[in-house]
């Protein structure tokens, strides 16, 4: 079984920092994709980053230039450096990757529990 395990959430300043990592355990045979979504109360999940198995990188528009994603493949590991946040950062960010646990497995999508983000005006 795929697990996600996100990490780095807390509370900050405006204009200060974070870094968020997810973990994914249990082995994954591949992993397509891995993204990181935000839900805040009253507000849908939405995609804040994501990356493709061919090292495609998107952005919503809302953090373009002050959001980093990176992946460590050697170690399933993905990151979110956050800069510049803002008040409107604040959710919660959950890990999302789209992942075969064998090799003869159906791509499946999986979540992480979330870590939650404050960000302090």
């Known amino acids: 079984q795929v697990r996600l395990v996100e990490s780095g959430g807390g509370l900050v300043r405006a204009g200060g920092s974070l870094r968020l990592s997810c973990v994914a355990s249990?082995?994954?045979?591949?992993?397509?994709?891995m993204n990181w979504f935000r839900q805040s109360p009253g507000k849908q999940r939405e995609l804040v980053a994501g990356?493709?198995?061919?090292?495609?990188?998107n952005y919503a528009d809302s953090v373009k230039g002050r959001f980093t994603i990176s992946r460590d493949n050697a170690r399933n590991t993905m990151y979110l450096q956050m800069d510049s946040l803002k008040s409107d950062d604040t959710a919660v960010y959950f890990c999302?990757?789209?992942?075969?646990?064998?090799?003869?497995?159906?791509?499946?999508?999986?979540w992480g529990q979330g870590t939650q983000v404050t960000v302090s005006s």
């Open positions: 990356t493709g198995s061919g090292g495609t990188i």
């Open positions: 999302n990757a789209r992942a075969r646990e064998r090799s003869y497995s159906s791509l499946t999508s999986y």
């Open positions: 249990g082995s994954p045979f591949s992993i397509e994709s």
